[in-house]
């Protein structure tokens, strides 16, 4: 099963900048430099990135990210049909989400954000050029273990609703946008397939938010179905997913929204979704969080369906603490041990095999990165391989 991704020893994707393309994208906030610039450093820095891992023996190799300001760049932004809104009113974006709950807390009046007023259609490439410049940097029989990290389709659905995300006139309903989003990605995964990529993952907060009750009251206060807006959301990766090659492992990384400053816009396990997100969901491998007790127990993996793999996010990003080695073999175990006694049941062996360890999030899901040093970061890894050696026998 692990011949190929995902790898016993994980990580989400976004590393820390080194430092002298951190310093040209502060300057660049500071309006001291230029685009062209920052770019000019990318490239040696996603050399230095590359290499970093490379040593460390992790084998699902990104670029860090390193050419992208937040995540999320580069999806939405580069599909006909959504236009840029710099100011949205605050009174568009729903009070029930997580994290746009604090932004009406911060008495935020309006806020960047892309509306679709026009029919969604892909003409140009996402992240064809990132995974070109990498595939450039490993030898040819690696280039099948790079992964490419690309938000999800439900990215500004999440935010608006059924009601605010179209344009009413081009889309009549959620079906009819999530199919068209699907295309787009589609052919993005094709082209990206076609040049040797195996490997690719969704970013996800969507599917936790759903864990959270002060989120599902306010839907329900709002009379919004949530069950049935989690299964619009499950549709719309289904969608993307869908007629994908047999040899190409598709993951989704269920983010609690913890993507700035450490903010935790989740609480909660992953009960309230399992048996319907593990069960239903089309894809191959699931990065799940559990790096603190308000992630929740390892209960739901009693739900997890055979011949898919569950990344245990064990190691925090978030603080440069180093997690104890003998810990995350008993939470591995832990892990192992419910899953067995679950439906359908199967060996503890077997179970075993259907998990593997990593960060719980990114290093750097907006170009800031999180509080670590990039040698805070390199010990962590060590340590998921390290670990994962021990676990595992291959």
Known sequence: MHL???????????????????????????????????????????????????????????????????????????????????????????????????????????????????????????????????????????????????CSPSWYHQRHGSDLTYDLSVYKNDEEYFDDLGVAYRAEIQELYDLGCRNIQFDDPTFCYFCNDDMISGMEKSGVDHEALLDTYIRAIN????????????????????????????????ARIAVKVFNTLDIDTFYLEYDTERSGDFEPLKYFPLGKVAVLGLVTTKSPKLESEEEIKGRVNEAAEIMSKGNPKRSKAEALNQLCISTQCGFASVWQGNPLTEEDERKKLELLVKVSKEVWED
Request: glycine residues 8%; proline residues 5%; hydrophobic residues 35%.
């Open 4 to 150: 190929r991704p995902p790898f016993r020893a994980e990580h989400v994707g976004s590393l820390l900048r080194p430092a002298s393309l951190f310093e040209k994208r502060e300057a660049l906030e500071k309006k001291e430099c230029t685009v062209e610039d920052v770019k000019a450093l990318e490239d040696d820095s996603i050399k230095h990135v590359i290499k970093l891992q490379q040593e460390i023996g992790i084998k699902g190799i990104t670029d860090g990210e390193l050419r992208r300001e937040v995540f999320f760049e580069n999806v939405f932004d580069r599909l006909e049909g959504m236009t840029l809104i710099p100011d949205r009113p605050i009174s568009t974006f729903k009070p029930y989400i997580p994290h746009i709950a604090i932004m009406y807390m911060m008495g935020i009046q309006e806020a960047e954000t892309y509306y679709c007023t026009g029919k969604i259609k892909r003409t140009r490439s996402w992240y064809v050029d990132e995974f070109t410049y990498t595939k450039s940097l490993v030898a040819p029989e690696d280039v099948k273990n790079i992964k490419i990290t690309m």
């Open 239 to 270: 969608v993307c997913t869908q007629g994908r090659p047999d040899d190409l492992n598709v993951s989704v990384h269920m983010c609690r929204g913890n993507f700035k400053g450490g903010v935790y816009f989740t609480e909660g396990g992953y």
